[in-house]
């Protein structure tokens, strides 16, 4: 380590910058002992993305013949789902709703 490295100090931080903690904070935040959580924290966190589908695709290993795979990835960004299409339709299925 440079001896520049070794004499920068924290810069201060003025206390009264803080935000004010109100009741509100105290009422939805997480109460534990220890490692032990008492009450897990209320309404403080969002959950990232879109809502869970009722029906999600499932992850699967396919061996597709490679003039086939060549076919559906040279259309372009999206080929899963137009593989995805073609088996419904060649399975007589409904089309997804999107």
């Known amino acids: ?3 520049k490295r070794r004499n920068i100090k924290a810069a ?3 206390p009264d910058d803080a935000p004010e903690l109100t009741d509100d904070f105290f009422d939805r935040a997480e109460i534990a002992i220890g490692d032990v959580v008492i ?4 309404g403080t966190l969002t959950k ?5 589908s009722a029906a999600p695709k499932k ?3 396919l061996r ?3 003039d086939v795979l060549t ?3 040279k259309t372009g960004p999206g080929w ?3 593989i995805d299409e073609t088996l419904r339709k060649a399975a007589k299925l409904k089309p997804r709703k999107k």
């Open 1 to 3: 380590m440079t001896e």
């Open 12 to 14: 201060w931080v003025d």
């Open 39 to 42: 009450r897990p924290a209320n």
């Open 48 to 52: 990232p993305g879109r809502p869970k």
């Open 59 to 61: 992850s699967v290993h």
């Open 64 to 66: 597709l013949s490679p």
């Open 71 to 73: 076919y559906f990835r």
């Open 80 to 82: 899963q789902t137009r």
